[in-house]
């Protein structure tokens, strides 16, 4: 059910593709994804929402042996890059994930997310800003 999900409904957020855009234009940025799903799930909705192109690669949970509950995940991507974590720009829909990419030092967009509705206040007071489409 959950690949079916990826593969065939999830939506694309409003304001991301406009984001996506704007960011693939701006001189030595580096666009990834690191996501606690299975590659081919986040590999499929991005190719069917046709913005898998914007993305340098896609980083999995699983694949690097680390979750997003602590920030060092996050310093694993930035080294990968040779990009410091005060250098990188994170967005996150899910409070975990909000509090350990600012553990990692980075600068963290909270991003709303349904699920994660009753913890938006602590989302807003942890990140720097706010994704607003």
């Not at 666009?31 to 081919?40: I, K, M, N, Q």
């Not at 979750?67 to 060092?72: F, Q, S």
Request: aromatic share 12%.
């Amino acid at each position: 059910m959950i690949h079916d999900s990826y593969r065939l409904r999830i939506p694309l957020k409003p304001g991301v593709l406009s984001l996506l855009k704007d960011l693939s234009t701006k001189k030595d940025s580096i666009l990834c994804v690191l996501t606690t799903s299975e590659r081919d799930c986040a590999e499929n909705a991005f190719r069917r929402l046709g913005i898998l192109s914007y993305f340098k690669d896609i980083h999995t949970s699983f694949e690097i042996g680390l979750g997003k509950r602590t920030g060092d995940i996050y310093k694993y991507v930035c080294d990968l890059y040779q990009v410091p974590p005060s250098n990188t720009v994170v967005f996150e829909d899910a409070p975990y994930a909000i509090h350990a990419a600012k553990e990692a030092g980075c600068y963290v967009y909270a991003v709303p997310e349904e699920t994660y509705r009753a913890d938006w206040e602590d989302c807003v007071n942890t990140a720097d800003d706010v994704f607003q489409p």
